[in-house]
T-cell receptor, first 115, second 119 residues
């Protein structure tokens, strides 16, 4: 039973390029959360998606960032025109809500470096 | 808005000894969940322990236990018989109950405490 998969594990982009981060949830999970971890900081919530719907994007920067979770395929976090400040580790977590504590299972993260 | 504060950026402990990591939080909610996550050098986030606010009994998982003080909004993690494999960054996190109206189950994390277990 595979866990949450994220790829790539490491991504290097130059300023102005686009970054696409992928997250495949655990089998049977239909809910995905994205978090960002800046160097030496804790994880910060970005967006919460269910299949084909964005439920909560209160943590997403207003510009350049977007997320989707299509009916088929992985969830994608897309960052357009990356800047140095986007350098961080991006984690996704999947869940299958059935309890009030909504246990989330984390992927290994994607480390984005912007040159 | 909820906040989570970990005031100890770094801590160290000798192997086999006990260490306590501190966490305080701020919320106006009466019912919520608190978590401790471990992030080893591999960066994989691992759930260590969970506490439900409406339960007075402190949660325990093997060598890991918490001291939950609801009135003081304090949630510390005690690691007994520390092992080298406990070396990691530890995050305290808060969540409002998922099924409650308007709650989306997002986790709010503290800044983390880096724990070094020394041989």
């Amino acid at each position: 039973n595979a866990g949450v998969m994220q790829n790539p594990r490491h991504l290097v982009r130059r300023r102005g390029q686009e970054a696409r981060l992928r997250c495949s949830p655990m089998k049977g999970h239909s809910h995905v959360y994205w978090y960002r971890q800046l160097p030496e900081e804790g994880l910060k919530f970005m967006v919460y998606l269910q299949k084909e719907n964005i439920i909560d994007e209160s943590g997403m920067p207003k510009e350049r960032f977007s997320a989707e979770f299509p009916k088929e395929g992985p969830s994608i976090l897309r960052i357009q025109q990356v800047v140095r400040g986007d350098s961080a580790a991006y984690f996704c977590a999947s869940s299958l809500p059935g309890t009030p504590y909504n246990e989330q299972f984390f992927g290994p993260g994607t480390r984005l470096t912007v040159l | 808005a909820q906040t989570v504060t970990q005031s100890q950026p770094e801590m160290s402990v000798q192997e086999a000894e006990t260490v306590t990591l501190s966490c305080t939080y701020d919320t106006s909610e009466n019912n919520y969940y608190l978590f401790w996550y471990k992030q080893p050098p591999s960066r994989q986030m691992i759930l260590v322990i969970r506490q439900e606010a409406y339960k007075q009994q402190n949660a325990t998982e093997n060598r890991f236990s918490v001291n939950f003080q609801k009135a003081a909004k304090s949630f510390s993690l005690k690691i007994s018989d520390s092992q080298l494999g406990d070396t990691a960054m530890y995050f305290c996190a808060f969540m409002k109950p998922y099924f409650a109206s308007g709650n989306t189950g997002k986790l709010i994390f503290g800044q983390g405490t880096t724990l070094q277990v020394k041989p």
